[in-house]
């Protein structure tokens, strides 16, 4: 019982106090994107490079690095969609992202073509995404379940991103990003029994 002058904590935060890490981390997307126009910076070297021990840092900062405006304008306006449905409708934003960076971006640095470079917040769209539609599927509650629908109607397409072929687009930053939200979705699942309601 709270004391008089203190405010009784709820297990639930509200959804503004649920989207600050989302809009957060977009606005150092754009932060980053704007300090790499400065005269002698090139922060983009930083991004995933194919079995290179100094590639290996971009597993954590490529999320962040996008190869100009469009790019990041590209990825934007998904990455707040998405993450904001991650966090609002299953509570586990940061485990689902921290997961997709690193198992994704791990994938991807021991698949992709040596002497490449990945950049961009694709992979964790294409996690959020993944992740989103499988757990409608396992934890078959209500509002999980028409979340994953509507990624599925919106997003649907993203499918064609996963496959090789697409100069400048990195499919295994797209693949291993998908393949590492549906594995997140397995590992964070609570109940395996379905829900009801």
Known sequence: MSSPGQIERRGTPSPLVALIPVVGILALMWA?????????????QYGIRPRSAEGLVGVVTAPFLHGGFDHLIAN????LILGSLVALTTKKFWPVTVGVALLGGLGTWLVAGANTNHIGASGLVYGFAAFLVAWGVLTRKVLSILVSVVVVLMYGGFVVGVLPGQTGISWQGHL????AGL???FVLRRDR????G
């Open 183 to 185: 594995l997140m979705a």
């Open 193 to 196: 029994a379905p829900a009801r």
């Open 76 to 79: 934007s306006g998904a990455f």
């Open 176 to 179: 291993f990003g998908a393949l």
């Open 32 to 44: 980053q994107e704007i300090v790499d126009l400065l005269p002698g910076v090139d922060l983009d």
